[in-house]
């Protein structure tokens, strides 16, 4: 069972539209990295999401913390093709100094 | 300032070898994490090095092994190598043992044959 769940799995859109990815999980976290890796690369820090119901934007990306710190989304705002990567969240485990990621969504954005 | 630099990118291997994956980290970050990543399992969690010591470990077998010099530079290595080892190796390095996030390299990618 992962701890994470990301949905959806795969996503595929057209340049200039809109799109939500989703991170879940059945426990609290204290707080949630988001990373977006390309290929042949490593991932890349995007934001790191702490408190209950915060909101952080990077340009056209919009993260959200739920507010029962259970649950994050991340928005994308007019996708460019150079959104296209892998989006993948990430829990960090405190005591162990360690991440646990979810499964990722794999996003393609077509020009 | 230089990025987590990973040696090397690519490397293929006959079963039953042993491969040694080298990491330097960010000038004056001290831990430096493993990780690999399969398309089925995704990112799984190898070990963290902190000052020299292994500070935690995954779920993996005693063929996965690690190691941390004095200058923060650290090497992995698998023993015995299986199919399944054929994956992507991530190093991540922390400045603040990830509360801070951490900065990962591009990876060595391994494939056993």
């Known amino acids: 069972t992962q701890l994470l769940e990301q949905s959806p799995q795969f996503l595929s859109i057209q340049e200039g539209e809109n799109l939500t990815v989703y991170c879940n999980s059945s426990s609290v976290f204290s707080s949630l990295q988001w990373y977006r890796q390309e290929p042949g690369e490593g991932p890349v820090l995007l934001v790191t999401v702490v408190t209950g119901g915060e909101v952080k934007k990077l340009k056209r990306l919009t993260f959200q913390f739920g507010d029962a710190r259970k649950d994050s989304s991340l928005h994308i705002t007019a996708a460019q093709t150079g959104d296209t990567g892998l989006y993948l969240c990430a829990l960090r485990i405190q005591g162990a100094q360690k991440l646990v990621f979810g499964q990722g969504t794999r996003l393609t954005i077509n020009p | 300032k230089a990025g987590v630099t990973q040696t090397p990118r690519y490397l293929i291997k006959t079963r039953g070898q042993q491969v040694t994956l080298s990491c330097s980290p960010i000038?004056?970050?001290?831990?430096v994490s493993w990780y690999q990543q399969t398309p089925g399992q995704g990112l799984q969690f190898l070990f963290e090095y902190f000052s020299e010591t292994q500070r935690n470990k995954g779920n993996f077998p005693g063929r996965f092994s690690g190691r941390q010099f004095s200058n923060s530079r650290s090497e992995m290595n698998v023993s015995t190598l299986e199919l399944g080892d054929s994956a992507l190796y991530l190093c991540?390095?922390?400045?603040?043992?990830?509360?801070?996030?951490?900065?990962f390299g591009s990876g060595t990618r391994l494939t056993v044959v």
């Open positions: 991540a390095s922390s400045s603040y043992r990830g509360s801070r996030g951490y900065t």
């Open positions: 000038s004056g970050h001290r831990s």
